[in-house]
Structures are given as C-alpha cells and as structure tokens.
C-alpha cells in the first residue's frame, strides 16, 4: 500500500505491507513558513507539487520496490488546507490510474489512530484516541478504524498546537512552537503560575464535557507577559513555558482519561504532533495506569503527519474489504471524522 499525506506543511509518502512498515520518507516546507510564524496555504500547495516526485521516489527506494509493486495507493481527501489536499489527491489519481491500482480517499484523522498498528500491532477495537495537533484537539472513540469513528468532543477554537506556536511566538520562541516550548519548560516550574483550564467548570463540563478550549489560555499567558513587561520586570521564559504546557496537557489527560472510564474503554490512544510532547506523554501513562487505562503511543516520527499512516488504513480498508474511492475523489478541506473514506 502507498500512502500519500499532503493535508498540512509536510510531503509525505510511505509504503506499508500489511502492518509492517517499509518506508516512511518525508519533505516538510516547515522552514518556508517559519518566518511567517505559521503555515501559508499558497507556499504549502507549491511546496508539495517540487517536492511530491522526489518524495515517491525516495519512498520507493528505501522499501526497495517499484511503483508498480503497489497492491494499492491511500492518500489524505481531508481533512486540510484545500489547496495543498489537492496536490495529494492529484498526485495519487495519477499513479492509481496510471497503473492500474484500486484508489482510497481517506480521513487524516482516522490514519493517525491507525499508524499507531504499524509500531503496537492490531489496533484494540474499541480504543479510544486522543488527537491533538496545529489543527485539531479530538476525542473519538473507534469501534472500526475502517467504518466506525465517533466523535466524543473536539476544541470549540484554538487547537492545542496551534496555541503551543501562538504562545511560542509571544515568548520569541522560534516556529513550531511545540519543540521549543517542551524544551524551555523543563527548567521551569509547572506550579510558578496559576493559567487557566478551559470548559472544566462546572457548567462547562455539562454542556462541553469532552470539548477543549485554549484560546482563553493563550489569552491569559499574553496578559500575564504583558504585565510583567509593563512594569519593567523579567519574564521567566521557562516558568511560562512550564506552566502553560501543564495547563494544556493537564486539561487534555484529565478528559481524555474521564472519557475513557464514561464509556468503559480500556485503551487510550495518543496520536498528532503534539503527542510527542514530553510533559503530555509522561502525563497520560501516570493519569491512565491509576485509572487501569492502557495507553498506547507512536514514537513521535509517526505522531506528525507522514504518508505511513495513510498507508496503515488503507491497508486496513483493503484488509477488511472496504470499497475503494470513486476516480472523481475529491478534496474535502471539511471533512468530518466520521467519514472514514471518501
């Protein structure tokens, strides 16, 4: 299976055999946005229409086959940014047509629970995952990777990543945010400033139970450095940075523990860019064990966007026969993550 990922800022192309991953290769424009200080749609498209042919390339050279070795090629339909959705989908009719091979349109959402099968083996059904990256924060609980994916909360704005770069951006931090941040908090103390825990009041936790907000949190962190430099005093980078990335990883291990127990499941899954993060990792397995959860995370390479997590749920879908996607695929920048193919 070939597995194309172009829904972000990263050309990504990986081949799986069953649950066996062979290549896992990967072009990011990261550094064309860095001075912007967060992804550009139009350098994002142009970067994956140079960087697609080198990147298939690359991919097949290092699993050691041809193209026409693909049983089958998966690539992201959404969601995304449509222009950069687009290039994937193009580049995948492409090669499906052109060789003759069954196409599957399938949700980013859905492939970074099922990567997770190519390092811990056959997902547990049912799991539920934890996703949180630069656009999404979700709770789903996964019955069937390749049919039944419902969504138990999801952020009402800001996603954990994308508050990770703006509060990175307020302390000078370069872009992404995320690494620097994980970096810089541990020589701060997490306990050094009060931030605030969005929808976990009470009320909150009635109507958005399984919702996050980090807007409110970026907010206050924005206050607080504004504050201390209109009175002339230092800010304590590393203490800011601790104490932000325990409010965000407190509010995310806490709901997705208590959904866990809610609905009885007994394997908790983490997958996005931000599950690399340190603080969140370390977290969850103390949150989750003292709650009898079993977690289970990718190591941060298949935590970011790749190809190889296309490919793991197509070669689900083709496993489980699951019809393949129609020639006129669209990208859908909106996709819900219940659609599990397009």
Request: with cysteine; glycine share 10%.
């Amino acid at each position: 299976m070939l597995g194309i990922e172009t829904s972000c800022d990263e050309t990504g192309v990986g081949l799986v055999r069953g649950n066996t991953l062979l290549a896992d290769a990967v072009a990011s424009s990261v550094d064309e946005h860095a001075r912007f200080g967060g992804v550009v749609p139009e350098v994002a498209s142009r970067a994956h229409l140079e960087a697609m042919v080198p990147t298939v390339e690359r991919a097949c050279v290092e699993a050691g086959v041809r193209l026409d070795d693909v049983d089958a090629v998966a690539v992201t339909s959404g969601p995304g940014l449509v222009g950069a959705l687009l290039v994937g989908v193009a580049a995948a009719k492409a090669l499906a047509l052109g060789f003759g091979r069954p196409l599957y349109g399938v949700n980013h959402l859905v492939a970074h629970v099922a990567v997770d099968q190519l390092e811990h083996g056959p997902l547990p059904e049912p799991c539920l995952a934890l996703l949180v990256s630069g656009g999404h924060s979700s709770l789903l609980l996964v019955d069937d990777v390749t049919k039944d994916v419902q969504s138990l909360g999801a952020t009402i704005d800001d996603a954990a990543g994308e508050a990770f770069d703006k509060v990175a951006r307020l302390l000078g931090l370069p872009f992404p945010g995320g690494p620097h941040i994980d970096a810089a908090a541990r020589d701060g103390d997490p306990a050094s400033i009060a931030f605030p825990r969005g929808l976990t009041s009470g009320r909150d936790m009635q109507q958005h139970r399984f919702d996050f907000s980090f807007s409110g949190l970026k907010t206050a962190v924005a206050r607080w450095v504004d504050a201390r430099a209109r009175s002339g005093e230092p800010v304590p980078l590393a203490d800011v940075a601790a104490a932000f990335q325990e409010a965000v990883c407190d509010v995310l291990t806490r709901k997705a523990v208590a959904a866990c127990q809610a609905h009885g499941i007994e394997h908790l899954l983490i997958g996005g860019g931000v599950a690399a993060n340190s603080r969140l990792r370390t977290l969850v397995v103390e949150r989750a064990a003292a709650a009898g959860v079993a977690v289970r995370v990718p190591r941060p390479s298949l935590c970011t966007d790749n190809g190889a997590m296309v490919a793991a749920l197509g070669a689900q879908l083709v496993e489980r026969g699951r019809a393949p996607s129609a020639l006129d695929l669209p990208a859908d920048s909106a996709m819900p993550v219940t659609a599990v193919v397009a």
